[in-house]
């Protein structure tokens, strides 16, 4: 059993989509405390030839003293109508925008208000629309301890991991040597951004995954994993 576990993102990037794609289950990572300036409510999208962070308002009230999943978003700023018409203004011309469009259009009509909700429900769209069948489940409805690399490591126990697909960074934190004793292997994305046609030929990487979307369609899934290690590839090289 191949598991990948991450905080609840908006507009998630091409690197989050591949984790994910490697893994048969996805964990979302909404009983953690919210990180102020985290991918969680923002995410970056082209416009005028420059990469432009699209937030969503918080109430940072007591957030310190909340977990993601109770994260409320700040309604009375009109985020959605802001965020509705900079991916219009700026994607219309694209070549799938019109395939992809009525989504995001009644995404923004809707109210939300809570930052995870939202970020789940446009995740499992995207995994949808890409053809990724990973399984999806939030951690605040399994009964997980620990904080940091023991929370990883508890929730690998409970989905009897044979693989952990952590992300780059994990190797600051995570301690490698407990989750071996368990007899779970870590793999730690080594993420290579791939170079795809935007409309102005200006290319600029690590943008939301609809920057993709619109310019590329169909050929989304391939392009994110191309050059990239595959589900398969990680089965060898761990003898799973």
Not at 50 to 76: C, G, M, Q, S, Y
Not at 220 to 239: A, G, H, P, R, V
């Amino acid at each position: 059993m191949i598991i990948t576990i991450h905080q609840p993102a908006y507009l998630p990037w091409l690197g989050l989509l591949h984790k994910i794609a490697l893994s048969d289950i996805y964990v979302f990572l909404d009983n953690v405390q919210f990180g102020k300036n985290s991918f969680t409510n923002r995410n970056k999208i082209k416009i005028n030839k420059e990469a432009v962070w699209l937030t969503i308002p918080i109430l940072l009230k007591n957030h310190l003293k909340k977990r993601i999943k109770e994260i409320e978003i700040d309604n009375f700023m009109d985020w959605r109508k802001k965020h509705w018409k900079s991916i219009l203004l700026n994607y219309k011309k694209a070549p799938y925008f019109d395939k992809y469009s009525d989504f995001f259009e009644d995404i923004y009509k809707r109210e939300w208000n809570f930052i995870a909700d939202l970020d789940e429900y446009m995740l499992k769209w995207f995994l949808k629309e890409l053809g990724v069948k990973t399984k999806f489940v939030r951690a605040s409805e399994m009964d997980c301890k620990g904080s940091k690399s023991n929370l990883i490591l508890n929730i690998c126990e409970q989905l009897k991991a044979d693989l952990y697909v952590s992300g780059a960074f994990g190797a600051d934190y995570m301690k490698k040597e407990k989750f071996n004793e368990q007899g779970i292997k870590v793999y730690f994305q080594d993420y290579k951004h791939p170079v795809y046609p935007q409309a102005d030929h200006n290319f600029l990487s690590y943008l939301g995954i609809i920057d993709l979307m619109f310019n590329c369609g169909d050929k989304s899934l391939e392009i994110l994993m191309n050059n990239n290690i595959t589900k398969q590839d990680l089965i060898k090289k761990f003898k799973l």
